[in-house]
């Protein structure tokens, strides 16, 4: 039972502003922040902990421990500064910023506040003492000579970074470690007696042992040896171990599915709707393994009526158990090529949570009716059982409705719904693009392995009308759930993708002046102004380049409870409810959604607005951590494909240009190296800054993005995920007035031992 406000504002000497809060909160509430810094203040001079607890009447000694852990916590946030007496200060926030640091791999980094505002720049020196993902609290010491702010370290707040992947060197006796990551540019020593019989050239994982400071590397001691450099299947498991992906079940969670049954039980299914006999099927890609999404379309007098039949991880991970626990922290699945790190025990993955055909499985359903117009007119949610009729494909279904008489003779049975839902689907696309929502034509790609998982060839991913017919139908379910949830004040995560920041934009219009181009919308653009651009551009030889910086000027995706909209859907409020089996923020849709068909309150609810705020940061996080992961691995991989290609020439789009060179994206294999500008020839070039090309100071050829060109693979560096490539023969064009180009916005190339650029 919680504290009366009477009691915690009587308890303590001081009238604590925030004794309402503190008592809705903690059953025995101790001093809010507001309360240990007002009294800190008027006392005029740091304060041990003794005295601070005997100022705040603090005495007993539970309380004493919630003190101690508050303060603590106010330290680490950088609201407090522990002295070197062990004295606590109030921090002078008007020139302090508390951040996340971010390592670059040219040896300076950047403080990202925790308030959102600009980032700062860590000169070198600054990062001397600092590894990538510390907190740190940083005084702002005036700007760099490029304009940018700059920060000077005043106190490391937490550190982050423990275990290290890398290569073990050794050179004069003095055994070293290069970390794999390109956020860490230490390299880190590690004794002899420390090396626990780990060789030179080999893959190790060390445990930091010592950080680093302004006169010492960091220390480090070997924990575990991977393997060999540039064994089979290495690249994942230092990925793995690089962004600390939990990838091995604890034991509570083993003990929680062991008593699983793999087929549903029959108590489960009671007080459903029994959906078995409707010809529900799952479309999904040839190589998929678990399957949370089935589909069922059937034409009504005025549209359709579709049902999205999500499978029901929520009936089996339950919040608080160990299982869920897990799930929070993994947030989501990890696709690695052809391995895959799930969220969920390979039980409910791919079994009891995974719509298998013909077996039956528990779900929720999204019910909804559609107009002519592609506009939903109803929706519902409920509980059901179903059973999938079909495991098809998405190459399956194109054939089917591009009119493939030997699959239609063998889905006969189901090519009536087929034919409604691709009906539906050109509706539901027809009123996508009324409503504006940009549709880039990005190209994905696929690797494919052979024997001993060598890579035979790197090919292009082509989407269909049936991807395109499974995302519509996705959307309307993920935009159901999130006007369903609002409806009922509920707290819920978003999916929140905010328009383009002033300074973006600014980058945009500069950009696409000098190709000719203007982009509707002044300040602000919408995504039907984006949209008209890429119509516009349609043709031309450099429009995959331009809908790439198009792309790049868009906001990053995150999970928030905030109601922001979602800029390239043209939504006002989205979220996501579709994919429980392989992400955490569904999973929490699921549980809101039931909470709501119980007929349970919002303020019954075991999560908070605040609880999502916290969710949502966590979720976000654990998806960048996956998307590096997983182009860490792309990239390695591509490299070794590189390797066996030395020598050989091939045609290629210059997709970037720097000061210290061109990027260059090779046709048919999309992968991209670098060509030094010091390999371009006798003549000297110049790097325009407001033209954003390189040109030649005697010839006057300008090397611009967009131009083809022809290069050799001159040299392929494993360890640090780069090719490099020299011109062989070009078509450069002279320099048009007000013509250039962006710069890649990278800095050049950082030299590492063993010749690592």
Known sequence: ?????????????????????????????????????????????????????????????????????????????????????????????????????????????????????????????????????????ASIRGVDRRGR????????????????????????????????????????????????????????????????????????????????????????????????????????????????????????????????????????????????????????????????????????????????????????SVYFPERVIPMLPEILSNGLCSINPHEDRLCMVCDMLVNEDGEVTFSTFYDAVMLSHARLTYNEVAAILDGDPELRQKRYDLLPHL????????????????????????????????????????????????????????IMANMAAAEFLKRYQMPHILRVHEGPSPTKIGDLRSFLGEVGLQLLGGDEPEPRHYV??????????????????????????????????????????????????????????????????????????VYSKNDMVLMGEQCSSTERRADEATRDVVSWLKCEYMQSKLGETFEGVISAVTPFGLFIELKDIYVEGLVHISTLGSDYFHFDPVGRRLQGERSGLSYRLGDTVSVIVARVDLDEKKVDFEMVQVKPQKAAAGEGRRSAGAGKPRRRRGGKR
Request: net charge negative.
């Open 1 to 137: 039972m919680n504290a009366s406000v009477d009691e915690t504002a009587n308890s303590f000497p001081y009238q604590d502003p925030y004794a309402e809060r503190e008592a809705q909160k903690y059953a025995k509430p101790i001093p809010s922040r507001e309360l240990i810094l007002q009294v800190l203040e008027e006392g005029g001079a740091p304060a041990a902990f003794g005295e601070l607890a005997e100022k705040l009447g603090v005495t007993d000694e539970e309380d004493l421990v919630s003190l101690q852990r508050r303060v603590n916590a106010m330290e680490r946030d950088g609201q407090l500064l522990k002295n070197r007496r062990d004295l606590y200060c109030v921090v002078d926030q008007s020139n302090l910023v508390v951040g996340r640091v971010i390592g670059h791999p040219d040896g300076f980094g950047f403080l990202r506040p925790d308030d959102g505002s600009e980032d700062l720049f860590l000169s070198p020196r600054e990062m001397r003492v600092l590894m990538h993902d510390d907190r740190v609290m």
């Open 149 to 332: 702010p700059e920060g000077g370290v005043v106190e490391v707040l937490e550190r982050n970074t423990h275990r290290v992947v890398g290569r073990l060197f050794m050179e004069g006796g003095i055994a070293t470690v290069v970390p794999d990551s390109k956020h860490i540019t230490h390299d880190i020593l590690v004794p002899a007696e420390r090396l626990n019989g780990a060789q030179p050239g080999q893959i190790v994982v060390i445990e930091i042992v010592e950080q680093p400071s302004r006169h010492n590397q960091p220390i480090g001691q070997v924990l575990e040896v991977l393997g060999e450099h540039m064994a089979p299947g290495l690249e994942i498991e230092i990925a793995i171990r690089s962004h600390d992906l939990p990838n091995v079940w604890p034991a509570e969670v083993e003990q929680e599915v062991a008593g699983l049954s793999p087929t549903v039980e029959e108590a489960a299914k009671q007080g459903r709707v029994d959906l078995r006999p409707w010809p529900l099927v799952t479309i999904d890609g040839e190589d998929a393994r678990d399957f949370d999404d089935a589909v069922y379309c059937e034409r009504q007098e005025n549209g359709w009526r579709l049902l999205v039949a999500i499978a029901d991880v929520s009936h089996y991970v339950k919040p608080g158990t160990a299982l869920d626990l897990e799930a929070q922290n993994r947030g989501n």
């Open 419 to 474: 034919e409604d839902l691709h009906a539906l689907y050109q509706a539901l696309r027809a009123r996508r693009e009324q409503r504006g929502a940009i549709d880039f034509e990005t190209q994905e790609t696929k690797i494919v392995f052979g024997e001993q998982r060598k890579i035979e060839r790197i090919v292009p991913v082509v989407r269909n009308d049936a991807h395109k017919l499974i995302e519509e139908c996705m």
């Open 532 to 605: 008209q651009m890429i119509n516009q551009i349609k043709g031309r030889p450099d429009e995959h380049l331009i809908q790439t910086v198009l792309l790049r000027s868009l906001s990053q995706a995150v999970y928030s409870p905030e109601e922001k909209g979602h800029f390239g859907l043209a939504l006002e409020s989205y979220t996501h409810f579709t994919s429980p089996i392989r992400r955490y923020p569904d999973l929490l849709v699921h549980r809101a959604i039931r909470h709501v068909l119980q007929g349970r309150k919002p303020e019954e609810f």
